[in-house]
């Protein structure tokens, strides 16, 4: 079992940056897959990034490649998402999840969900 929290949202101008901060907590944070999704109103999930256990291997949605970065840190139990050149259309609730099947882009291969930070960003 493992337990996330995300923190670091906010409201942001258009070409501005954020970083978000996902906090683990149980056992073995270090043998789990970490994920960011987001989900805008009336919109479904959306993959937003992926890293393995090991932190050796990132994967990315299409449209986010260049601007924002998956990291982690096994050893204080967090993951970061560094998210640069924002558009109003990033705009949406980010979520941390956990998994075992990899760095998917499939949220159903996530066992694990944080309650979500708010990102905001004004044109």
Partial sequence: QVQVVESGGGLVQAGGSLRLSCAASGRSFSSYDMAWFRQAPGKRRE?????????????YGDSLLGRFTISRDNAKNTVSLQMNSLKPEDTAVYY????????????????????????????
């Fill in 96 to 123: 941390c999840a956990a998994g075992s099947f990899g760095p998917t882009w499939h949220d159903y291969d996530y066992n694990y969900w944080g309650p979500g930070t708010q990102v905001t960003v004004s044109s």
């Fill in 47 to 59: 993959f937003v990034a992926a890293i393995n256990w090991s932190g050796g291997n990132t994967h």
